[in-house]
């Protein structure tokens, strides 16, 4: 019976297989490799086919794919060559690896596949490497194809920040409103954090953004109207209601501390159920919301006025949405607050991006549904540490394909 070889399965250029040693008692196999004298040498830095040897004798040890459950380590035999374009001697070139590194283009590679669906520790743990390797390798990929900001196409954006750790450290995200794909992301959420994006952008690529949904985030608006002036900003719906919600848990306390006995007690209670949708609600938090709405006259104002505000973002033309919202702060004058005051002046400063929700009816809600993901991406690697990286794995982890328009 002849002897079974593992040869086949490393048909590499320029080189061949000598000898392989696969024993039933090891974890690994070693396969021998040397240069196939068949063929001309080749300069690994300019790929010119070399006449001329300089040295040989040099090693080399490389990774390559498991076969089975046991680790393959080649043992590459190699040779400097003279080139005559670099004019000097090189290493000569391997089809399988670089010079620089101690694994083959299709272990790294298979590495970074790994790493789509594992974090970095457990990949390293499942292929018996250093999690720096296989960290460097990741990234490395990612560069590659998600390194440089693809701008093409880019008409409706939706722009928000993530929050990335303790000490008010945030990340921006932009999103392709159009395709659900994250196109850039930066650190901070300053002023400057945009000129990241903005500023590499032609001048024809500026123009052709319509609109961009963002929050009422002073920095996020100055970038917007500085490099697209054209473009409508779109204030959206959750970043409006989110701040409302701060003067109705603002109103409760002020009642809290006037108020005395039972209501005093059932006041101070409340912040989950004012705060929280009434559909969300059980039967029994129903009932007690309604019972805390006929004891409180001022908390019934703002919790009907939480809804009504929701209603402005469903109407279609923009002078109908314009009549709600003045009526809407006429109710709310009503309420003498300084949250209740100091709201509806932000409403007025912001107008205009709350009314251009009528043309282009877009908001960062797809943008919290990436902040979740995003927050996956984060646990599963026990924190980032390198925010390239971690830019750069939300890149790939929203490519882009479905329709995001409501």
């Not at 809290?256 to 101070?268: Q, T």
Request: proline share 4%; net charge positive; aromatic share 10%.
């Amino acid at each position: 019976m002849s002897a079974v070889s593992i040869a086949p399965y490393f048909a590499f250029a320029r080189v061949k297989v000598v000898s392989q040693s696969v024993q039933p008692d090891s974890t690994g196999a070693l396969i021998h490799m040397e240069p196939d004298l068949r063929f001309h040498p080749v300069c690994h830095d300019c790929r010119t086919p070399a006449r001329t040897v300089h040295t040989t004798g040099y090693v080399r040890m490389v990774r390559d794919l498991n076969l089975t459950d046991r680790q393959v380590l080649l043992q590459v035999n190699y040779r400097k060559v003279w080139c005559e374009r670099c004019h000097g001697a090189r290493v000569e070139h391997m089809s399988f690896c670089d010079a620089s590194q101690r694994l083959t283009h299709r272990m790294r590679r298979y590495v970074y596949d790994l790493c789509k669906l594992l974090p970095v520790a457990q990949v390293a743990r499942h292929l018996g490497l250093d999690p720096k390797t296989v960290k460097a390798i990741d990234k490395e990929f990612l560069e590659e194809e998600f390194g440089q900001t693809d701008y093409e196409g880019l008409s409706i954006l939706a722009i928000d920040e993530i929050s990335t750790g303790k000490g008010q450290q945030y990340l921006t995200v932009v999103l392709d409103y159009a395709t659900g794909r994250v196109v850039w992301t930066g650190d901070g959420h300053h002023q400057d954090t945009l000129d990241g994006f903005f500023g590499p952008m032609t001048e024809q690529q500026r123009k052709g953004i319509q609109a961009v949904a963002i929050d009422m985030w002073d920095p996020y608006i100055n970038r917007v109207r500085h490099y697209c002036p054209q473009a409508l900003i779109v204030f959206d719906l959750f970043h409006v209601v989110k701040a409302y919600s701060r003067v109705i848990d603002e109103v409760r306390r002020a009642e809290v501390r006037e108020a005395a006995g039972p209501a005093k007690k059932a006041i101070k209670g409340s912040r989950y159920l004012l705060l929280r949708n009434r559909e969300n609600l059980k039967a029994d938090q129903k009932d007690q919301l309604r019972e805390l709405l006929e004891l409180n006259a001022t908390l019934n104002a703002v919790y009907v006025l939480k809804d009504q505000l929701k209603m402005i973002y469903h109407y279609q033309r923009r002078h109908a949405a314009k009549r709600a919202l003045d009526q809407w702060i006429a109710a709310a004058e009503q309420v003498a607050n300084p949250w209740m005051a100091k709201f509806i002046g932000t409403l007025r400063n912001h107008e205009e991006g709350i009314l251009n929700h009528c043309k282009f009816p877009i908001g960062t809600s797809p943008l919290e549904g990436v902040n979740n993901k995003i927050k996956v991406i984060k646990r599963q690697a026990y924190g980032f540490h390198d925010n390239r990286y971690f830019g750069l794995k939300i890149k790939q982890a929203f490519p882009g394909s479905q329709d995001l328009e409501e």
